[in-house]
């Protein structure tokens, strides 16, 4: 092996070619930086379309503002997925929407949950 085409594989430290775009050794998926640079965001960065969980977070912890537990629980479970996901790979983004899904959900699916057993709890002593 000649060093001129072969450089260390950051993940592993194995031999991979320098045009390599996934190491065979370990399977780390690399990127060249410039197509990193000349990738546009049509939406600006606004929208973290490459962190579904904090996406889905988001617009559940929205939509528990409807009177049902259930959706605020999947926002907080899904908003948690999201934040796991923007820590480990810092370029897919989405912490702000994951939080909105953590603390909107989370609050209304209590509330919702609160609600259902003092109505259930209300019925049963009626």
Same mark, same amino acid.
């Given at each position: 092996m000649s060093t001129a085409? =072969? /450089?260390?594989?950051?993940?592993?430290?194995?031999?991979?070619?320098?045009?390599?775009?996934?190491?065979?050794h370990c399977g780390e998926v690399f990127e060249k930086l410039?197509?990193?640079?000349?990738?546009?965001?049509?939406?600006?960065?606004?929208?973290? =379309? /490459?962190?579904p969980q904090a996406l889905m977070a988001y617009y559940l912890g929205l939509f528990s503002l409807f009177p049902c537990f259930i959706l605020g629980w999947v926002a907080l479970y899904l908003g948690l997925q999201g934040l796991a996901a923007a820590k480990k790979n810092p370029r897919i983004k989405g912490t702000v929407h994951a939080w909105i899904g953590i603390l909107v959900g989370g609050f209304f699916g209590l509330i919702w949950t609160l609600f259902t057993v003092l109505a259930l709890f209300g019925s049963m002593v009626a």
């Open positions: 085409e =072969y /450089k260390p594989c950051p993940v592993c430290g194995e031999e991979i070619r320098l045009a390599a775009r996934r190491c065979r410039s197509e990193d640079r000349d990738e546009g965001d049509a939406t600006g960065g606004v929208i973290p =379309y /490459k962190n």
